[in-house]
């Protein structure tokens, strides 16, 4: 199994930065990718950015690119958030993708946007 813990929540004004992070472990060596995923309230959970594991190559929603940036250390994925909006306000779960046992989910964490 694999185990996910957000930190980096918090909140921030309009136009502000944030960086999030989710620290992996258990079974990582059968990590295929490791993503961020946001929910509003009243909305459903929608994919904001991922990475994968070996490669490297990351992936963004229209609504993150230019503003956010995923990285990887090790076994902990950060998501760099610059010139944060109201509507980013969310709470942010990490997400891993295994090869073996599909997906796995951290607790979240909230990320609120002041206007």
């Known amino acids: 199994q694999v185990q996910l813990v957000e930190s980096g929540g918090g909140l921030v004004q309009a136009g502000g930065s944030l960086r999030l992070s989710c620290a992996a472990s258990?079974?990582?060596?059968?990590?295929?990718?490791l993503g961020w995923f946001r929910q509003a309230p009243g909305k459903e959970r929608e994919f904001v950015a991922s990475?994968?594991?070996?490669?490297?190559n990351t992936y963004y929603a229209d609504s993150a690119k230019g503003r956010f940036t995923i990285s990887r250390d090790v076994n902990t994925v950060y998501l760099h958030m610059n010139s944060l909006k109201p509507e980013d306000t969310a709470v942010y779960s990490c997400?891993?993708?295994?090869?073996?046992?599909?997906?796995?989910w951290g607790q979240g964490t909230q990320v609120t946007v002041s206007s």
């Open positions: 258990g079974r990582t060596i059968s990590i295929y990718a």
């Open positions: 997400n891993a993708v295994d090869r073996i046992s599909g997906d796995y």
């Open positions: 990475i994968n594991w070996s490669e490297g």
